[in-house]
């Protein structure tokens, strides 16, 4: 099943996947477990009640249960109140009104209710910077070299340098295909644009399509357009449009990526009737063998483990291709992260308990009780037994060069204006042959217009 927190996120067109939580305790003094200075004094917390709100989702609670054993047992008179539940927020929220909150927090930043958003755009969650320039409780290097490279940089929502997301569960997104398949043919993984589209015409020769995606939610196309671009223009060019500067949509080299899903349709290399499948419909066709290529996330094992598939098929993970060898590969990744609220009454505890998450042996413990891949180096082996080997190859490419990337809008008052429909569902209309390049990038921009105007009004 896909996780839920992965649900939300595409019904709405997200790319965040989540948020928050967690929050610990000590009593070691700080020379012994690298503690961000607590009680630097006496080397002890002064205050040992620590409350932990935790999402009940896709990963379950048995991790939380046992970390939070493990970590009373560490820290001696340290007291955990964890409280687990699927509405998580629901429970919080009176608790926030009444200047009560937990002392760390666990929630998708997509839940229904909204409020793990306004504590981000309140500016309502607590500087961790200092948890991850201070040493990690059981290496000799700082926490921020721990984690997941490049990860970091998307937990500064503020625009102040600052990290304010502690980040946890790490899933990833791009292109699938049947490595089966790819091995009995002999044909050679893509690693430019024209080695993708030269296999179109390969696909056709055996009954096959090149290429199929989820038709009625277009938005996963997001696998592919934002990580082409970032190769091909580089970070500075998704920085551009994230912030809807005016012509952004327009260069040149956003356009040499718009081109390939016209050259897909123009050539008739997309799967016969992609457009009007739901998600579960195209992913099933697939699997069939009806198309070479897919985009989905890496939970797509779980979520289509009883569907109907080619025989021998087995689930192969690449980053979208470059138009030239060399050039920087990316894959969209997404993370839940652990937050503290500002009016937590025990940040510095708090603070070591979210230190605790990352030492190697409750890595391991995470992977072995949620499934889940920890955002850390290595995070991927720590797993390897306890997850599908297809989620194990996801994540295994970041050590091979290949760089996340986390589209984040810039976030503006409300509005009528849907940025992602306005960028994605073009795709269907350019597939079926009555839109061009240039009339998508139009659309666009004119969105982009009323976003600045929106922004400027507000002072923004």
């Given at each position: 099943m896909k996780h839920p927190l992965v649900k939300w996120s595409s019904r709405l067109g997200l790319t965040v996947l989540a948020v928050g939580l967690a929050a610990g305790c000590g009593s070691k003094a700080p020379e012994q477990n690298g503690s961000t200075g607590a009680a630097a004094g006496d080397g002890k917390f002064t205050n040992k009640q620590l409350k932990v709100a935790v999402f009940e989702g896709g990963y379950g609670k048995a991790y939380w249960e046992e970390v939070v054993k493990k970590f009373e047992a560490d820290y001696p008179g340290v007291k955990v109140e964890m409280?687990?539940?699927p509405k998580i927020m629901d429970v919080v929220k009176p608790q926030l009104v009444a200047g009560n909150p937990p002392?760390?927090?666990?929630?998708?930043?997509s839940e229904p209710s909204g409020t793990v958003r306004s504590l981000i755009s309140d500016k309502a969650i607590m500087d961790l910077t200092d948890v991850f320039e201070s040493k990690a409780l059981d290496k000799d290097v700082p926490l921020k070299d721990?984690?997941?490279?490049?990860?970091?940089?998307?937990?500064k929502p503020y625009g102040d340098g600052k990290i304010y997301y502690a980040p946890l569960y790490v899933t990833t997104q791009g292109m699938w295909y049947n490595k089966t398949l790819f091995e009995q043919k002999g044909w050679k993984v893509p690693e430019?644009?024209?080695?993708?589209?030269?296999?179109?015409?390969?696909?056709?020769?055996e009954g096959r399509s090149l290429y199929a995606y989820q038709g009625t939610s277009p938005g996963y196309n997001?696998?592919?357009?934002?990580?082409?671009?970032?190769?091909?223009?580089?970070?500075?060019?998704?920085?551009?449009?994230?912030?809807?500067?005016?012509?952004?949509?327009k260069n040149e080299n956003v356009r040499k990526v718009l081109n390939i899903f016209e050259q897909i349709s123009q050539k008739g290399y997309l799967m016969p009737g992609t457009v009007a499948l739901n998600h579960t419909q195209a992913q099933t066709e697939f699997l069939k063998g009806k198309a070479l290529f897919i985009t989905n996330g890496n939970w797509?094992?779980?979520?289509?483990?009883?569907?109907?598939?080619?025989?021998?098929?087995?689930?192969?993970?690449?980053?979208?291709?470059?138009?030239?060898?060399?050039e920087q590969k990316y894959t969209m990744t997404g993370f839940e992260s652990m937050y503290i609220p500002k009016k937590s009454k025990n940040p510095d505890l708090a603070k070591e308990f979210i230190k605790y998450m990352y030492k190697e042996d409750n890595v391991k413990l995470n992977s072995e009780k949620s499934t889940g891949i920890v955002a850390v180096k290595n995070g991927a082996e720590y797993a390897k037994e306890?997850?599908?080997?297809?989620?194990?190859?996801?994540?295994?490419?970041?050590?091979?060069?290949?760089?996340?990337l986390n589209f984040q809008w810039k976030v503006t008052p409300k509005t009528e204006v849907k940025i992602q429909e306005e960028v994605f569902q073009?795709?269907?209309?350019?597939?079926?042959?009555?839109?061009?390049?240039d009339q998508w990038v139009e659309r666009v921009e004119k969105a982009f217009g009323k976003l600045r105007d929106v922004l400027a009004k507000s002072g923004q």
């Open positions: 409280t687990s539940n002392d760390v927090i666990y929630a998708p930043e721990v984690i997941t490279d490049g990860l970091l940089e998307y937990t430019t644009w024209d080695e993708f589209l030269a296999l179109g015409e390969t696909a056709k020769k997001e696998s592919i357009l934002w990580p082409a671009i970032a190769s091909v223009s580089g970070m500075e060019q998704i920085d551009k449009i994230t912030n809807y500067e005016e012509g952004s949509f797509f094992e779980g979520e289509m483990k009883d569907a109907p598939r080619e025989e021998g098929f087995q689930y192969g993970f690449m980053a979208p291709p470059v138009f030239a060898k060399g306890f997850v599908p080997k297809s989620v194990y190859d996801s994540v295994k490419i970041f050590d091979q060069g290949v760089k996340p073009p795709i269907s209309s350019v597939m079926n042959k009555n839109m061009t390049v």
